[in-house]
């Protein structure tokens, strides 16, 4: 995830992949949209790419790099991915100097970039860094479900002798604070707790492809039962094509 050096996702990183588990289905997923959309894919760049989870499900058929703000993610990413180039930066920001074949954005790292306008940021290194007719990938929680999980009551989960808390609140639309604790069990009835507060910002799908549409045609969209997303859908999934260069300098 897309995450500020030493705050967020850093104190969360020993216990990201307990509590999310094996991305298998999304890994499926993608491997799915770019046997259909690129075959001959060879190089692929993940934006927010955590703990490497994603990264290492895709396996060692692509050259694959990782890009991801947080140190403490991408220390969890490099022992689990010894054989991926990952590389310490924000997504709005970073530059590589090189281009690839498909970049994704997962796990809705791109609802953790707070302002529409870093959005476009995203879309345009995106740009940047893909070769012609390269594919972007990325999900993202929509309008909706944020609307819906701050209506939920908190979620308790126990995990490896721990326990998680985690409530949204969604009062400050188009922004939604995560309010996550997790209570690390140390010995006996004694705990250390860890408390992070992440915000996430919901837009419109309309929105979406209309910032998408200077430099991508989109390809296809689904919700998590594949049917096209609306911005009620739990989660929505969209695939772009990089547009053809109309200059030397695109």
């Known amino acids: 995830m897309n995450a500020p050096a030493n705050d967020q996702y850093d104190a969360f990183a020993p216990f990201y992949d307990a509590v999310n588990g094996e991305p298998e289905e999304l890994v499926a997923q993608l491997l799915d949209v770019i046997s259909r959309h690129a075959p001959a894919a060879r190089r692929l760049l993940e934006l927010g790419c955590g703990t490497?989870?994603?990264?290492?499900?895709?396996?060692?058929?692509l050259e694959r790099t990782g890009v991801d703000r947080s140190a403490r993610m991408l220390?969890?990413?490099?022992?689990?991915?010894?054989d991926v180039r990952l590389v310490e930066g924000d997504i709005t920001t970073f530059t590589l100097g090189e281009r690839f074949d498909v970049i994704i954005c997962v796990f809705d790292t791109l609802n953790h970039v707070t302002s529409t306008d870093g959005w476009r940021d995203v879309f345009a290194r995106a740009h940047e860094h893909l070769s012609e007719g390269g594919l972007l990938v990325f999900d993202l929680n929509t309008v909706g479900r944020l609307r819906d999980l701050g209506?939920?009551?908190?979620?308790?989960?126990d995990f490896d002798g721990h326990t998680l808390v985690m409530d949204v609140d969604f009062r400050d639309e188009p922004l939604a604070v995560w309010d996550i604790r997790i209570f690390e069990h140390l010995t006996g009835a004694t705990y250390r707790l860890h408390h992070e507060r992440i915000v996430e910002l919901g837009v419109g799908l309309a929105e979406?492809?209309?910032?998408?549409?200077?430099?991508?045609?989109?390809?296809?969209e689904s919700d998590t039962?594949?049917?096209?997303?609306?911005?009620?859908?739990?989660?929505?999934?969209?695939?772009?094509?990089?547009?053809?260069?109309?200059?030397?300098?695109?």
């Open 52 to 61: 490497g989870a994603v990264l290492a499900g895709l396996g060692s058929g």
């Open 75 to 82: 220390e969890h990413a490099r022992r689990r991915c010894p």
């Open 151 to 157: 209506d939920m009551a908190p979620w308790v989960y």
């Open 208 to 220: 979406v492809r209309a910032m998408l549409a200077t430099h991508f045609e989109v390809l296809e």
């Open 225 to 250: 039962r594949g049917a096209p997303p609306t911005d009620d859908s739990v989660r929505a999934l969209l695939v772009a094509r990089r547009r053809q260069s109309t200059s030397a300098s695109d």
